[in-house]
């Protein structure tokens, strides 16, 4: 048995000590400012809209740039949100409304990288309903994401702008996937909003068709008036500006997702991609042509569009209760930024 003398027992504990006080920092802290390792709470890893994320991390990019990045997933931009404003990551991968919807609460979040200037949803209704416009909402139930989210807003605004309120519909949570297959297909609601693949699932069952679609500018610019800027990748505004060199790194990575996506086919992205995500959501041939469908909506350069992001203001405005008369007290040049994906690779 080999002994260990007083002083060897000594530097083992001093050793011992300042391990644990090292672990027990932040990756901030431990690295003096603009960490390696980030956290990204996503809105749904599976869903189209939010596919530049895994993508990046399948391609190698994030790892081409120094940095080692956790994604975790929630099924709904909102509880990502939420997320992101306790402090339990450090991004979010979520739609850019939502930074001007916590403006308005005191709040500051940064759209970094946008990913698309088009929401990417699409308002489903159920096989023999007889809606055939947002005006035929009333005394129906519609499927959203969750309480608080981007369709929760959108389906608020489709509904007003057709004459009718809220209060005339009913809100069902039916989540996106499985969920809201099964929502349409037991009748809990007579049309709903949600993006590809669940599209592709939908439509490929029989349950449900087109009614409003929200992965084109021309059906964007129909259904709200102009373009709406929808996914990015945003982050608390200190985080911003304490880690710009981390900032600009994901911008990197990211960026040259944006380029591969739009240089390559839906079944040359689906390969790169984990295979449940095809396996879980209609099998290969659907979720290739659900990116075939969705990936033009992508933008080539991460950068937002001014006159969107004007327009996601004026669409929130219409009817969000801490917007409501107060959209001149929004500081937009708070809410995004083009610093990183201007000075991208």
């Known amino acids: 048995m080999k002994l260990r003398t007083p002083i060897a027992v000594a530097l083992a504990a001093t050793t011992a000590l300042s391990l644990a006080a090292c672990h027990g920092k932040s990756a901030h802290e431990s690295s003096g400012g603009n960490p390696a390792h980030v956290s990204i709470m996503v809105g749904g890893l599976d869903k189209v809209i939010y596919l530049p994320a895994e993508l990046t991390e399948r391609l190698g990019y994030f790892k081409d740039e120094g940095l080692d990045v956790k994604l975790q997933s929630e099924p709904s931009g909102a509880s990502a949100e939420t997320a992101l404003v306790a402090g339990q990551v450090d991004a979010v991968v979520g739609f850019y409304d939502h930074t001007i919807d916590l403006q308005s609460k005191g709040k500051c979040l940064e759209s970094v990288v946008q990913f698309a200037n088009v929401p990417g949803e699409v308002e489903m209704v159920a096989t023999g309903s007889d809606i055939s416009s947002p005006s035929d909402f009333k005394g129906k139930k519609l499927g ?20 009718v309120s809220s209060a005339d519909y009913t809100s069902v949570a039916a989540g996106a996937g499985g969920t809201f297959v099964a929502a349409l297909q037991n009748h809990g609601i007579a049309a709903g909003m949600t993006t590809d693949p669940t599209v592709q699932q939908v439509t490929k069952k ?9 992965r084109t500018v021309e059906g964007t610019q129909a259904a709200l008036g102009g373009l709406y800027p929808a996914s990015s990748l945003y982050m608390d505004c200190s985080y911003v ?32 991609m984990p295979t449940d995500f095809a396996s879980g959501n209609g099998g290969s041939d659907t979720y290739v042509a659900a990116l075939n469908a969705s990936k033009n909506m992508f933008t080539a350069d991460g950068k937002m569009d001014p006159a969107g992001a004007q ?13 409501k ?10 809410t995004y930024s083009t610093q990183f994906v201007d000075a991208a690779r």
């Open 144 to 163: 959203i994401t969750s309480p608080g989210s981007s369709t929760d807003f959108l389906t608020q605004y489709l509904a007003g702008k057709a004459g």
């Open 206 to 214: 029989g349950l449900g068709k087109v009614l409003l679609d929200m």
């Open 241 to 272: 500006q304490k880690n710009p060199k981390t900032v600009q790194k994901l911008a990197n990575a990211l960026v040259k997702t944006l380029g591969f996506i739009h240089d390559h086919t839906g079944a040359e992205i689906a390969a790169k």
């Open 311 to 323: 327009n996601v203001l004026t669409v929130l405005s219409k009817f969000h209760p801490d917007l």
């Open 325 to 334: 008369g107060k959209a001149d007290q929004i500081d937009l040049s708070k």
